[in-house]
């Protein structure tokens, strides 16, 4: 199997920030219920941070090392 290209990482980095952008707007959607359904309300915030923290990830990766 062969390591991804900086395409591909460029690619999935977007479908991360898409991902989380659309969380943003449903977690958003949520709070402006009269009724909030907090336990789906944690799941969405969990996931976002999630996607943060893979979205962080790629970002390094993306960057070239200044060292080399």
């Known amino acids: 199997m062969r390591p991804p290209s900086m395409s591909d990482l460029r690619r999935k980095l ?3 920030r898409t991902e ?7 977690i958003a959607g949520l709070q402006e219920q009269t009724y909030v359904n907090q336990l789906q309300l944690r799941r969405l915030k969990k996931r976002k941070l999630q996607l943060k923290d ?9 960057i070239p090392d200044l060292n080399a």
Not at 20 to 26: E, G, I, K, M, P
Not at 54 to 62: F, G
Request: zero cysteines.
């Open 14 to 16: 977007e479908e991360l």
């Open 20 to 26: 989380h952008r659309d969380l943003d707007a449903a």
């Open 54 to 62: 893979s979205i962080r990830r790629l970002e390094s990766k993306l």
